[in-house]
């Protein structure tokens, strides 16, 4: 019987189980198709609480989107403008909510990560 997760150990041994299900050929609303979305919800649960990860600064995030896209500052320049794109990465402007959809939008990136303080 599956039961919340309550030390590492426990976590540990969830991990193992999962990937040996996932090696299988699942069936559909079969009982080991249940135990691994039961199992997933337990471990993200588990890893939500013990293993917080930080959302990234929203330019840091907007600098790695473009690299990951292998996009230019001159595709921002015409997401933001030129001159909006240089004050707001120089620290003089902060992004706008339309900067921000725009930017979520085009980039693919969450809009919580971008209207964070930084």
Do not use: W
């Amino acid at each position: 019987m599956l039961k919340p997760i309550k030390s590492e150990q426990q976590y540990e041994s969830y991990l193992e189980r999962i990937y040996v299900l996932m090696k299988t050929d699942l069936k559909e609303d079969s009982n080991e198709s249940d135990e691994v979305e039961i199992l997933s919800i337990l471990i993200k649960n588990y890893e939500d609480t013990h293993y917080v990860v930080d959302k990234p600064n929203p330019l840091d995030a907007i600098r790695f989107r473009l690299d990951q896209m292998g996009k230019t500052e001159s595709f921002l320049s015409k997401i933001l403008g030129a001159s909006r794109k240089s004050e707001i990465f120089s620290g003089k402007r902060k992004l706008n909510l339309p900067q921000i959809r725009k930017l979520s939008n085009e980039l693919n990136i969450s809009a919580d990560v971008l209207v964070q303080e930084y």
